[in-house]
T-cell receptor, first 111, second 113 residues
Framework: EDQVTQSPEALRLQEGESSSLNCSYT??????LFWYRQDPGKGPEFLFT???AGEEKEKERLKATLTKKESFLHITAPKPEDSATYLC????????????FGKGTKLSVKP | DTEVTQTPKHLVMGMTNKKSLKCEQH?????MYWYKQKAKKPPELMFV???????INESVPSRFSPECPNSSLLNLHLHALQPEDSALYLC????????????FGNGTRLTVT
């Protein structure tokens, strides 16, 4: 049973067409939710950390939000260079904690 | 450019070879990680070092042997690998253990022939 689910698996947008990526989770004791961007053949690039419901973070065309059950990554007026796989990762649990990655959303933005 | 540097970028090795992957960070982070990533899959945790001591080993086969010589360096020694071990190996670091975001290097693309 997946504890973190990202949707959609793939998303194709036209340049300028805003949309949202979803990361829903069922873990208890969430201690942090991270969003990453990964380009082919490269390591994940850290974007945002969200720690509590209601929190929002923004960076250029990206805005991340968090509720008690899910997080959204909103992309406003995307450009082709925003094409990448977006991963969310959850840190949860006691003492040492656990970090679990979602399977990612592959975003393609066409000019 | 990332602040976590991994070498080499690419490695091709035979099943009888011994090789090492290297990782270096200068962000003052005290936790370092090795992840394995197969194509179109999320990263999978292999090892965690906290304050230069191995704190987590996710049941990784002994043909993978990690080493943390100091707080800035992390090595992964490889011996007698199998073709299915071919993957992107990612190093990451974070502040004060696993509650802080991980910062990843760009990985070593390993091919076992």
């Amino acid at each position: 049973e997946d504890q973190v689910t990202q949707s959609p698996e793939a998303l194709r947008l036209q340049e300028g067409e805003s949309s949202s990526l979803n990361c829903s989770y069922t873990v208890s004791g969430l201690r942090g939710l991270f969003w990453y961007r990964q380009d082919p053949g490269k390591g994940p690039e850290f974007l945002f950390t969200l720690y509590s419901a209601g929190e929002e973070k923004e960076k250029e065309r990206l805005k991340a939000t968090l509720t008690k059950k899910e997080s959204f990554l909103h992309i406003t007026a995307p450009k082709p260079e925003d094409s990448a796989t977006y991963l969310c990762a959850l840190f949860y649990g006691g003492s040492q904690g656990n970090l679990i990655f979602g399977k990612g959303t592959k975003l393609s933005v066409k000019p | 450019d990332t602040e976590v540097t991994q070498t080499p970028k690419h490695l091709v090795m035979g099943m009888t070879n011994k090789k090492s992957l290297k990782c270096e960070q200068h962000m003052g982070h005290r936790a370092m990680y090795w992840y394995k990533q197969k194509a179109k899959k999320p990263p999978e945790l292999m090892f965690v070092y906290s304050y230069e001591k191995l704190s987590i080993n996710e049941s990784v086969p002994s043909r993978f042997s990690p080493e943390c010589p100091n707080s800035s360096l992390l090595n992964l020694h490889l011996h007698a690998l199998q073709p299915e071990d071919s993957a992107l190996y990612l190093c990451a670091s974070s502040q004060e253990g696993r509650g802080s975001p991980l910062h990843f290097g760009n990985g070593t693309r390993l091919t076992v022939t």
